[in-house]
């Protein structure tokens, strides 16, 4: 689909599809938060790079990921609801989280979306990502626990999710 064709705005509606990476994304056999953190490499990852399900072919775009250089392998897929993703909001009224989706197409994905969170009107970052403050974790594992995981192979139940932050501890070594 031409990016021409695709709206800007994101809907409530849209699906979100997240690529799932293997062992990177999971913890002892389950999808775990480390699927919804901010990277830290050259560039800090200031959003979550999704695609918007219904201007893509999902299936297409997870098998075009090859093998990475650390060992992970795309295996599928963990699908969200852009208004469940707005919709996460803190327990403590000092920690003010506003989750936003928004397009982010590029020349070879026009399906390409982020979901940005702020804390307090700032803008998270994979910046120091290793030491993950509660809050962080907290949004990672709401999105977790919004997500459907799709597996695109018999590597892994769909059922099979972990909302604890071991599994982050454990991606991040």
Do not use: W
């Amino acid at each position: 689909m031409g990016q021409d064709v695709i709206p800007s705005f994101v809907e409530d509606e849209e699906l979100l599809d997240r690529v799932v990476f293997e062992p990177s994304f999971f913890y002892e056999g389950k999808l775990a938060i480390a699927a919804f953190a901010l990277r830290n490499g050259k560039k800090p990852e200031d959003y979550l790079s999704v695609l918007r399900d219904k201007y893509c072919d999902i299936l297409k775009e997870v098998l075009s990921f090859g093998k990475r250089s650390n060992g992970d392998e795309a295996v599928g897929y963990a699908q969200l609801e852009t208004k469940q993703v707005r919709a996460i909001r803190s327990l403590d009224p000092s920690q003010v989280i506003s989750m936003e989706v928004k397009d982010c197409r590029n020349k070879t994905n026009p399906a390409h979306a982020g979901i940005f969170a702020k804390i307090n009107d700032k803008l998270l970052t994979g910046e120091g990502s290793s030491h993950s403050s509660s809050v962080e974790l907290y949004i990672q594992s709401q999105l977790l626990k919004i997500s459907t995981f799709h597996a695109t192979n018999c590597v892994q139940d769909v059922s099979d999710v972990d909302d604890s932050s071991e599994g982050q501890k454990k991606n991040d070594s």
